[in-house]
Nanobody
Framework: QVQVVESGGGLGQAGGSLRLSCEAS????????MGWFRQAPGKEREFVAS????????YFANFVKGRFTISRGNAKNTIYLQLNNLKPEDTAVYYC???????????????????WGRGTQVTVSS
């Protein structure tokens, strides 16, 4: 079992940037497939980005459109989500999730992720 904790959320301005971190305490995340999801007020949680072994291929939701990047940190227990060119519609609670996928085609599937953090709030003002 792995426990992950998100950080780095806060208030951003439209066009600005934020970097979210996902950290596992005392455990490496290199053996896990990692994803970021978000839930806006009144909406269902949705896929944002994932980084999948082997090779750390990355996948993004269509709405990202080149604005976000996902990466593994040099510290093996950290994953980052860089949010650039923020938009008010990016306002949401962002969740980090870990899993071991049997099929890379499930990289965007929320139901396939086993371990979840509690989320970090991102609020973007116009």
């Amino acid at each position: 079992q792995v426990q992950v904790v998100e950080s780095g959320g806060g208030l951003g301005q439209a066009g600005g940037s934020l970097r979210l971190s996902c950290e596992a305490s005392g455990r490496s995340l290199t053996n896990y497939d990692m994803g970021w999801f978000r839930q806006a007020p009144g909406k269902e949680r949705e896929f944002v980005a994932s980084i999948i072994r082997p090779g750390d291929d990355t996948y993004f939701a269509n709405f990202v459109k080149g604005r976000f990047t996902i990466s593994r940190g040099n510290a093996k227990n950290t994953i980052y989500l860089q949010l650039n060119n923020l938009k008010p519609e990016d306002t949401a609670v962002y969740y980090c999730a870990a899993t071991i996928l049997n099929d890379r085609l499930d990289a965007t599937s929320e139901s396939k992720y086993k371990y979840w953090g509690r989320g970090t709030q991102v609020t973007v003002s116009s």
